[in-house]
């Protein structure tokens, strides 16, 4: 069962996902990171992680964020691998109190 | 000058091969600085408890495996397979011969309960059950008594859950896994009907993952079930799943109500899940005139929850039940096992330290003593938890360059009780990989992805087999 980063991630890039991530299945964008079901094991140590809950287990993924699901798959294949946490873009503690956390 | 160029390399030696060992391995290797790494394990399979830990029917969760190889494959790193650090070779020649020494031996031994009857036969720990069915060594020979009807597991744990699924389980569900070939004859010949996990605090205080218990509800021929009365929780559980950090328990709650609610089957066998409940004492059959008994029952006192809403504790009302049982497993935790030459905290089972800095009694920090895993910080999380945790370590290790012993540091070229003809047949990573084979090739005819060696000796055998092996006589 895939495990997906959502549209919370966008602007944020917070990264603290990669750091627990066993299999090193995260890359990114200059916006956000995507994950690469192919190598991911869905362990789940990177849900709990994520600032602004972005991540979701594919059967916990609410109807509206599905879209994410062939988004995750069409773009972690074709970008870096992101391994070591990184600083979250600029902006991201504001966007992150404006998701509501 | 600090260790870590290329003429005078950064030699640590790393003490475990589980994952928090190859995550610190990662992180050196990362460093930018030039290091030597010599991974010391006790077994000559490495991988800790993604070999022997994981349940075998959970292949995904040993795919980190394939990230350790590509580390282990590293000329800067070396495994050194099949030695005990504190009897082959002590703490003390180890600082003399690293620059630093990283304790990543994990948490090998169990909590205790506590209570009367604890070793009774047929009371169990969790690890050992564990360890017999994935092929650890050290359990090949424990035997269970699978011919009893009733299994009782204390704990809700991960662990706990996977005990409960390996026992649930049919022989066909199991068969094409990686589970040992004596655990599975076993099994098949089980005639466990109830098993019963039980949690001293409410369902929305179990530990489990929603994952790991969703898949309790999607079993062959074995139902959960719950006590809808159990479900009725109180006020302060109640905004616990309100909050957000009560989200995971909120799902728990929503597959057990699914449990509850769903039509049963008429399963071979069924799991209870059930809650606010401790074992208080474990109780024998007699013996039968003379000699010890063995385990017939548990007494299980009745909890209630006390405390506001994420600090509830379970506190015992008094009211007391037993349960009639001849098997039990004890899944409440693990603990550290203390080395010698390195400072251990027995209460809290594992080497106290501070950012991942061995420290002593007094608080002081040992220079060149690290830890990283389940012997720093107590056994929780699951195994990425360890890379953060090992990456954490790593970063105080090289923080401390500049005031760790810079000598020059022989690595395992400096350890006497190693010396060839001397000690333990060392196992390299090339001999691991013989062994490896050997195991994915045994298993291939049975549709297993391997079937493991469960004794050193025969792994060890493997090793020796092309200098040693004639043609055989037609």
Known sequence: MPTIVTGNCERCRFTDCVAVCPVACFHGDDQMLYIDNNVCIDCGACIPTCPVQAIYEEADLPGELRVWIAINAERAPNLPSITEKQEPLPGAEARKADLGF | MSAGSEQHPLRVAIVGSGPSGFYAAEGLLKSGRMVRLDMFERLPAPFGLVRHGVAPDHPKLKEPIRIYDRIARVPEFRLLGNVTVGRDVSVEELRAAYHAVLFCCGAESDRRLGIPGEDLPGSHTATEFVGWYNAHPDYRDREFDLSQEVAVIIGQGNVAIDVCRILAKTVDELKHTDIAAHALECLA????????????????????????????????????????????????????????AGSVAKKNLEVLKGFASRPARPTRRRVFLRFLLSPVELLDDGGG?????????????????????FRQTARATGERLTLACGLLFRSIGYKGVAIPGVPFDPRQGVFPSRDGRIVDEAGAVIPGLYAAGWIKRGPTGIIGTNRADSMATVNSLLADLPTLDTGPKLGAEGLAGLRPGQGPRVVSYADWLVIDGAEVQRGASKGKPREKFTRVAEMLRLLDRPFREKPTEP
Do not use: M, Y
């Open chain 2, 289 to 309: 005139g003379g000699g010890g008994g063995r385990l017939e029952q548990v007494v299980l006192e009745r909890n209630r929850l006390e405390g506001g809403p």
């Open chain 2, 189 to 244: 010949a089980s005639r466990i009907r109830e098993i019963h996990l039980i949690g001293r605090r409410g369902p929305a205080q179990a530990k489990f993952t929603t994952k790991e218990f969703r898949e309790l509800g999607e079993l062959a021929d074995c139902d959960p079930v719950v006590d809808p009365a159990d479900l009725e929780l109180n006020t302060e559980s109640l905004a616990e799943l309100e909050d957000r």
